[in-house]
Every structure is written in structure tokens, then in C-alpha cells.
């Protein structure tokens, strides 16, 4: 089966410019997570999505922020760009069962800011 | 959730059994020991996970003690794709949340 599937892979920007990324979920799969990974700070959660609501939200700041679509497929938004906002952007998402919940990634957007 | 501890660093033999280990004392009782690894620049890779019980999978064993606040992942016949950090994480498995908090990992280097 498919798995995550992120867009753009890769992509430049420069500081005060904004940034669309796309994370389409594995089909049956209703919770969408994302998460910043760099060198200095490591993987890091930016916020969760379920049934289009954010159900969890890390600490970050308002210039990042998220939707989810009624297809799970969700995008997340960086407004006013610094140059410290470069990294790798991951998305995960699960079938958000009870019990253990397994989280499968997507490969990443990475996001350089110049 | 409970905080976890692993070694930053581990070298293995190509064929060798890896051992991982994660101390995870404040564990409670309704929390799950999931295991990821991340080869590098990809997204992190989940390989198992266990409540009280030992696992296997066709990736990797879980070996989690009586008491449960430490675990070892086994790989049983390393290769070099094996390289890779490896993530340990204790979360309730009812949390119903897909916010995983990541440590620095271990660097596992499997060398021929």
C-alpha cells in the first residue's frame, strides 16, 4: 500500500517569505502529526490533526500552523520566515486505534531558508 | 510521560547480534515501549513495540524486564543498513495522540 506521501521534497526560500508544505495520509489513516527535525534541536512536534481538528499543538510559535482537509490530507504553513525555521519537516500519520498507536512517516520536506 | 535514557553511541559487527538498551524507571503501567530508528535523512521507521511482554517481529526482538523500567531491543544478525539512530519511547498507548517526544537516540555504527 501507499505509504506518507510529503510535498514539496525539497525547497528554498528566503527570510519573510511563507511556506506551503503537503502530507498525504496512508488511505484508512485519520491522524496526521507533524514534526521539525534539525541539527541543534533534534526531532521536535510541531502539532497533531484529527477529523480536520488540531488535537495537540507543540511549542512553537503562531507563524507555524496547520489544517487538516475531510480527506485526512493535511498541510501545514510557516508565515514570515527566518532563517532559523530550516529543517526537515516530517508528517506522520495513524489509524489512531485504542491501545498502541504506531506512526508511520512520510520521507520529509526540507526546507532551506536563505 | 515517561523520560527515557539511552546510550548516545554503540558500534556492532556486521552478522552480530545489536544490542540496545533504554532505561525508562518512571515507566507506569499503562505506558508502551514503542522503538523507531531514523537512517539518516530519512523519516523514522517504526520497529516494535511492547507493554509487559517480550516481542518479536521480523524486524527486531523486545526484551523488556519484570519490572519494567528498562528494555533492549535486539537486532539479531546486523547488517550495515542497520546504521542508523534508534529511538526509544515510553506513551500510553490510550493517550490517543500522535505527539511522540523524541530523545537524542543511539547511534548505532554496524561495521563489516
Known amino acids: 500500500k501507499a505509504g506518507v506521501t510529503q510535498t514539496p521534497r525539497y525547497l528554498i526560500k528566503t527570510r519573510g517569505q511563507q511556506v506551503t508544505l503537503s502530507c498525504s495520509p496512508i488511505?484508512?489513516?485519520?491522524?496526521v502529526s507533524w514534526y521539525q527535525q534539525t541539527p541543534g534541536q533534534g526531532l521536535q512536534f510541531l502539532f497533531e490533526y484529527f477529523s480536520e481538528t488540531q488535537r495537540n499543538k507543540g511549542n512553537f510559535p503562531g507563524r507555524f500552523s496547520g489544517r487538516q482537509f475531510s480527506n485526512s490530507r493535511s498541510e501545514m504553513n510557516v508565515s514570515t520566515l527566518e532563517l532559523g525555521d530550516s529543517a526537515l519537516y516530517l508528517c506522520?500519520?495513524?489509524?489512531?486505534?485504542?491501545?498502541?498507536?504506531?506512526?508511520?512517516f512520510g520521507a520529509g520536506s526540507r526546507l532551506t531558508v536563505l | 510521560d515517561a523520560k527515557t535514557t539511552q546510550p548516545p553511541s554503540m558500534d556492532c559487527a556486521e552478522g552480530r547480534a545489536a544490542n540496545l538498551p533504554c532505561n525508562h524507571s518512571?515507566?507506569?503501567?499503562?505506558?508502551?515501549v514503542y522503538w523507531y530508528r531514523q537512517i539518516h535523512s530519512q523519516g523514522p521507521q517504526y520497529i516494535i513495540h511492547?507493554?509487559?511482554n517480550n516481542e518479536t517481529n521480523e524486524m527486531a526482538s523486545l526484551i523488556i524486564t519484570e519490572d519494567r523500567k528498562s528494555s533492549t531491543l535486539i537486532l539479531p544478525h546486523a547488517t550495515l543498513r542497520d546504521t542508523a539512530v534508534y529511538y526509544c519511547i515510553v506513551m500510553k498507548g490510550s493517550s490517543n495522540t500522535g505527539k511522540l517526544i523524541f530523545g537524542q537516540g543511539t547511534t548505532l555504527q554496524v561495521k563489516p
Open positions: 506522520a500519520s495513524s489509524r489512531d486505534p485504542p491501545g498502541a498507536n504506531v506512526l508511520t
Open positions: 488511505s484508512g489513516h485519520r491522524s
Open positions: 511492547g507493554l509487559k
Open positions: 518512571t515507566i507506569s503501567g499503562n505506558e508502551y
